[in-house]
């Protein structure tokens, strides 16, 4: 079955503990992207990645990391968590670069808590 | 700079109802438009697209929007609405030279009423 899988679905952390969300599809896709939702304010782009170690900033990328080893992977790294970044966070992909012909494909979204 | 409204937070219908989910955007070109629908739990799945030609389109689960130029509009739309509709509705634009970035709408959930 063709998916997007984001791994944990729920995170409850501390500030300043080191974490990841990781990020996987099956689908071959070149494009991948992390957003935020946040209530009143929808999904905004945290970073995108075009193809392997392709990676660029999206509209809210402060505190956070990516990389793009793999065309599969795509980790959402958080050095030094804040309580902002509490946020519903989805991983999506797509497989071709700057077309919206196929749609984005998204994960079931990966809550995070950070106290 | 691209934006998208969605001025209703929450909608509820009764099952069988007409919906219409508003969306207003501003781009200074014609944009690439989306809608999506997010079930509780669940991902993002998209609904229907609009990129050129015929303003009305037609989407998955009976969906339908129209896109009206002069009222920078793509509003949304359903003739008989099922309990199952029941979810938050994304409206996104893209920019056709755009790296696949969508801006999404703050959304509208809707409820509906047996």
């Known amino acids: 079955e063709a998916q997007v899988t984001q791994n944990p679905r729920y995170l409850i952390t501390v500030t300043g503990k080191k974490l990841t969300v990781t990020c996987s599809q099956n689908m071959n896709h070149e494009y991948m992207s992390w957003y935020r939702q946040d209530p009143g304010l929808g999904l905004r782009q945290i970073y995108y990645s075009m193809n392997v170690e392709v990676t660029d900033k999206g509209d809210v990328p402060e505190g956070y990391k990516v990389s793009r080893k793999e065309k599969r992977n795509f980790p959402l790294i958080l050095e030094s968590p804040s309580p902002n970044q509490t946020s519903l966070y989805f991983c999506?992909?797509?497989?071709?670069?700057?077309?919206?012909?196929?749609?984005?494909?998204f994960g079931n979204g990966t809550r995070l808590t950070v106290t | 700079a691209q934006s998208v409204t969605q001025p209703d937070i929450h909608i509820t219908v009764s099952e069988g109802a007409s919906l219409e989910l508003r969306c207003n955007y501003s781009?200074?070109?014609?944009?690439?438009l989306f809608w999506y629908v997010q079930s509780p739990g669940q991902g993002l799945q998209l609904l229907l697209k609009?990129?050129?030609?015929?303003?009305l389109v037609q989407g998955i689960k009976g969906f339908e929007a129209e896109f009206k130029r002069s009222q920078s509009s793509f509003n949304l739309r359903k003739p008989s609405v099922h309990w199952s509709d029941a979810a938050e509705y994304f409206c996104a634009v893209g920019s056709p030279t755009g790296a696949n970035n969508l801006f999404f709408g703050t959304g509208t959930r809707l409820t509906v009423i047996p």
């Open positions: 999506a992909s797509t497989d071709r670069q700057g077309s919206y012909n196929s749609p984005l494909h």
């Open positions: 781009y200074g070109a014609t944009p690439y």
């Open positions: 609009y990129f050129s030609g015929d303003t």
